[in-house]
């Protein structure tokens, strides 16, 4: 039988690592969490350093938790089949069925059809998918058609988001559209599919897709000319950050190749780095991802700072971590980034937290 306290007190398992990028580094690791699975792993972390951790049970469960800066573990009731991802900066977390979790409110529906009534309701729509700091939900539903569309809630009211004005004054006829993050400034990054209506059905020729960010007003972001080369398990989702700033990233199956770019809306978008597959960064242009080895079948994580790589791998290695299991899942403004690592055997939630300057 499992049994497992709603909250309780984590002891820090610490390790500092020296000499990283010249500064100092502390290691830490959800212990009462791993007392009684063998498996976790961190899905999202805020700008207060939180951790949203999905772990397995001794029976086989699947639970999450939010692992606080200070060592805490709040468990989230089980509530089957809903599935948790995002945690937001306010202590919210996002998951699916329009579900909502907060140490204030517990388990709570989000519901937009009150709003807008078209809503198609199922396991997938709506969908909540980015929350900042200011409370701003964004999401996705389906209408009675299965097109997609996207909405903002915000103080306790949903209104559908629309480009479509916009996008025809660039040439886009829209089809559906997608939201995918929102930031601080309520900068909205997202993707549209475009094309034009059939001449004999209710429906729509589609024609192609691309990329967006809409502040004060509609901005095209121009994907990389090797996107369409791309394996697509090993394309990742664009990033936003509180610069309007917009992270790519993909890898090229036939050589191996992977290449991160940085757009932004003054000059467009330029290569970072020809060796790197980045999967998240901050404010300060840290990111985080993973080099690939063609000859090892096998990539290895890193932080690129300041033009330089920083391989995680290595340096953990000689802490008890024996290897990387997956992509770190984010990097906040404090520089303090989580990846799932193997240790003891296991495979577990792990927290990097920089000691020395600030990034």
Same mark, same amino acid.
């Given at each position: 039988?499992?049994?497992?306290?709603? #909250?309780?007190?984590?002891?820090?398992?610490?390790?500092?690592?020296?000499?990283?990028?010249?500064?100092? *580094?502390?290691?830490?690791?959800?212990?009462?969490?791993?007392?009684?699975?063998?498996?976790?792993?961190?899905?999202?972390?805020?700008?207060?350093?939180?951790?949203?951790?999905?772990?397995?049970?001794?029976? !086989? !469960?699947?639970?999450?938790?939010?692992?606080?800066?200070?060592?805490?573990?709040?468990?989230?009731?089980?509530?089957?089949?809903?599935?948790?991802?995002? $945690?937001?900066?306010?202590?919210?977390?996002?998951?699916?069925?329009?579900? +909502?979790?907060?140490?204030?409110?517990?388990?709570? #529906?989000?519901? /937009?059809?009150?709003?807008?009534?078209?809503?198609?309701?199922?396991?997938?729509?709506?969908?909540?998918?980015?929350?900042?700091?200011?409370?701003?939900?964004?999401?996705?539903?389906?209408?009675?058609?299965?097109?997609?569309?996207?909405?903002?809630?915000?103080?306790?009211?949903?209104?559908?988001?629309?480009?479509?004005?916009?996008?025809?004054?660039?040439?886009?006829?829209?089809?559906?559209?997608?939201?995918?993050?929102?930031?601080?400034?309520?900068?909205?990054?997202?993707?549209?599919?475009?094309?034009?209506?059939?001449?004999? #059905?209710?429906?729509?020729?589609?024609?192609?897709?691309? *990329?967006?960010? +809409?502040?004060?007003?509609?901005? $095209?972001?121009?994907?990389?000319?090797?996107?369409?080369?791309?394996?697509? &398990?090993?394309?990742?989702?664009?990033?936003?950050?509180?610069?309007?700033?917009? $992270? +790519?990233?993909?890898?090229?199956?036939?050589?191996?190749?992977?290449?991160?770019?940085?757009?932004?809306?003054?000059?467009?978008?330029?290569?970072?780095?020809?060796?790197?597959?980045?999967?998240?960064?901050?404010?300060?242009?840290?990111?985080?991802? !993973?080099?690939?080895?063609?000859?090892?079948?096998?990539?290895?994580? &890193?932080?690129?700072?300041?033009?330089?790589?920083?391989?995680?791998?290595?340096?953990?290695?000689?802490?008890?971590?024996?290897?990387?299991?997956?992509?770190?899942?984010? /990097?906040?403004?404090?520089?303090?980034?989580?990846?799932?690592?193997?240790?003891?055997?296991? &495979?577990?939630?792990?927290? &990097?937290?920089?000691?020395?300057?600030?990034?």
């Amino acid at each position: 039988m499992y049994n497992f306290p709603i #909250k309780f007190l984590l002891c820090f398992f610490i390790i500092t690592i020296h000499s990283l990028q010249g500064n100092d *580094y502390k290691i830490d690791i959800p212990n009462a969490i791993i007392a009684q699975s063998r498996w976790s792993e961190p899905l999202s972390i805020n700008a207060h350093d939180d951790v949203l951790i999905e772990f397995h049970t001794e029976g !086989g !469960g699947r639970r999450y938790a939010v692992w606080s800066s200070e060592g805490d573990i709040e468990i989230l009731p089980r509530r089957h089949p809903i599935t948790f991802w995002k $945690l937001g900066n306010s202590g919210a977390v996002l998951g699916n069925r329009s579900t +909502m979790w907060s140490y204030s409110t517990g388990i709570q #529906k989000i519901d /937009i059809t009150k709003d807008i009534p078209d809503v198609k309701l199922h396991s997938e729509s709506p969908k909540l998918i980015d929350i900042n700091s200011f409370g701003q939900i964004i999401g996705t539903y389906q209408d009675k058609d299965h097109i997609e569309h996207s909405f903002i809630w915000e103080n306790g009211r949903a209104h559908k988001f629309s480009i479509d004005k916009e996008a025809v004054k660039l040439g886009y006829q829209i089809s559906s559209t997608s939201v995918l993050a929102i930031n601080d400034r309520g900068s909205i990054l997202g993707s549209f599919k475009y094309g034009s209506k059939h001449p004999l #059905k209710d429906s729509w020729i589609v024609e192609g897709s691309r *990329y967006f960010l +809409m502040n004060k007003e509609l901005h $095209l972001i121009d994907s990389p000319e090797e996107t369409e080369m791309y394996s697509p &398990c090993m394309a990742f989702q664009p990033q936003l950050n509180n610069n309007d700033q917009v $992270l +790519m990233t993909g890898f090229k199956d036939d050589t191996g190749v992977s290449k991160t770019y940085l757009w932004n809306e003054k000059t467009g978008k330029h290569l970072i780095s020809d060796n790197l597959l980045g999967v998240g960064f901050n404010d300060s242009g840290q990111i985080v991802g !993973g080099t690939i080895s063609p000859l090892q079948a096998q990539y290895m994580p &890193c932080i690129f700072d300041q033009g330089q790589l920083i391989e995680l791998d290595q340096v953990l290695q000689d802490f008890g971590v024996t290897r990387l299991n997956r992509f770190p899942k984010g /990097i906040n403004n404090n520089g303090v980034t989580v990846f799932q690592g193997q240790l003891w055997g296991e &495979c577990h939630a792990i927290r &990097c937290t920089p000691i020395g300057k600030n990034p």
